[in-house]
């Protein structure tokens, strides 16, 4: 795909993977359409897009939504004039171990709030918005491209089931997709990043990361824009549908 002024939506765009993923896009010449629940940093992404020469427009939607989403996804079909690309990006934690035990007794378990939530934002979401995007694609007749952020922990990961619940399921649903959507001219394609450079790694302990990124052949986080190389490859390369990249720096749980 020439990435020349086509219409690309980007769920999470607000910040980290999401808002370098819209920026590399849109050094390509993209317009984008920048999708977060956080309307204020939404307003710096979409600043610092336009500010390559393209067309960005923030739109705030809950991707957990089935409403939000349908209604979202027919906005930027008008706003723009078409539809031609997707990144489902946007994604939570709630991590916790399945048991909590402590001298032989179970002093904690994981909720089902944590586990629903996860599910909700990071599986359904992703049906949710590929589902809405991919149905304007199919009526604007001109294929497309959707992109779905993974993760390493998809593997199982511990303190992670619902995380890697989700992200095992959004590369099942990639395959699936490749298969039922080639016919009109769609490509899927998942990344799966491994600990990357994000807000949400910053909550963690330096002792804590030190200890986790001696897992890590290259022994160094990833860059978001790293992960967003892997998204520009998957748009650009017309022969890509249905697979995984691993951009993990060589690490495996």
């Known amino acids: 795909m020439d990435l020349s002024h086509k219409t690309i939506a980007i769920t999470g765009a607000a910040r980290g993977i999401g808002r370098a993923i819209a920026l590399t896009l849109g050094r390509r010449g993209a317009d984008l359409a920048l999708i977060d629940r956080d309307p204020e940093a939404l307003a710096a992404t979409r600043a610092d897009c336009e500010a390559l020469g393209v067309q960005a427009r923030a739109y705030t939607a809950n991707v957990a939504d089935e409403g939000q989403v349908d209604a979202v996804m027919s906005r930027i079909a008008e706003d723009f004039g078409r539809f031609d690309g997707l990144v489902n ?35 359904t979401g992703v049906f949710l918005c590929t589902r809405a995007a991919a ?24 303190g992670q089931t619902n995380y890697s619940a989700a ?14 959507l080639a016919r009109f001219g769609i490509r899927t394609g998942a990344i799966a990043p491994g600990f990357t450079a994000t ?50 720096g060589g690490i495996r749980l």
């Not at 994604?91 to 378990?109: A, C």
């Not at 149905?135 to 593997?155: D, K, P, T």
């Not at 095992?168 to 395959?175: E, K, L, P, R």
């Open 135 to 158: 149905e304007q694609m199919v009526r604007a007749g001109h294929g497309g491209v959707i992109v779905s952020l993974s993760s390493v922990s998809r593997a199982g990961n511990m």
């Open 167 to 180: 992200k095992a399921g959004v590369v099942s649903m990639t395959t699936v997709w490749a298969r039922e």
């Open 89 to 123: 990006n946007a994604g939570i934690t709630r991590d916790g171990m399945l048991l909590k035990v402590r001298d032989g007794q179970v002093t904690d378990r994981m909720s089902l709030a944590a586990w629903q939530a996860v599910i909700d934002v990071n599986l």
């Open 199 to 248: 807000e949400i790694l910053q909550t963690i302990p330096a002792e804590t990361m030190d200890k986790l990124l001696s897992a890590v052949p290259l022994r160094r986080t990833g860059q978001p824009e790293e992960i967003a190389q892997a998204a520009q490859f998957i748009f650009e390369n017309d022969y890509f549908t249905g697979r995984c990249i691993e951009v993990d």
